[in-house]
């Protein structure tokens, strides 16, 4: 069975997931936003192997540790190939919003994620949905094990959903993948970028999906 461990790091208090296998002690590490030096620390600390860093999507606040840990760990890193815009602009837009320079440079797309991909880890796998609206590349992360999600910045816990005000996102578009995530039959529990996790009982009643 697999675990999801929540560490809350950046300025922007984004959730950076990690999805363990205990058997194996082999974790991929979800939007790492910020902190890689204690990202690695708590690596460290539980005796976890990382075997890769993904994102939900490609907004910096997400992705501000992900060149650290690629580095340090030699390991691939996945987004959604529809993301690769804003990956590029990653270092630019942490620059402007956060006001300073110390931003790492982005980090290399290794794998890209589609929808269905399947990936390991330990004995166990995780499934890939591809939820566009928020980004276009956005992605949720579904762990039948856990009968969880990792959905990113499409909806939060207060009933509010990420924002598709930029020329690239879209309001029907994640009002459709919101509809697939909390029709997901194998999951029970959203865990989203920020805030709080909830049931999907209680998306569902929100969202009226």
Known sequence: MLTIHTLVVGELQTNCYFITDAASHTTLIVDPADAPEYISDVLIREALTPIGVA?????????????????????????????????????????????RQNIDPAPVMTQKLTDGHALRIGKESIRILHTPGHTPGSVAFIVPSAQAALVGDALFADGSVGRTDASYASAPALRDS????????????????????????????????
Not at 56 to 77: E, K, M
């Open 178 to 209: 919101i509809e697939r995530i909390v029709r997901c039959p194998d999951v029970r529990t959203l865990y989203p970028g920020h805030g709080n996790p909830l049931s999907v009982d209680r998306a569902a009643a929100m969202f009226g999906v």
């Open 55 to 99: 994102a939900t999507h490609g907004h910096f606040d997400h992705l501000l540790g992900a060149f650290g840990l690629q580095v340090t760990y030699n390991i691939p890193f996945y987004i959604h190939a529809d993301d690769t815009f804003l990956l590029n602009r990653m270092q630019a837009s942490g620059k402007h919003f956060l006001k």
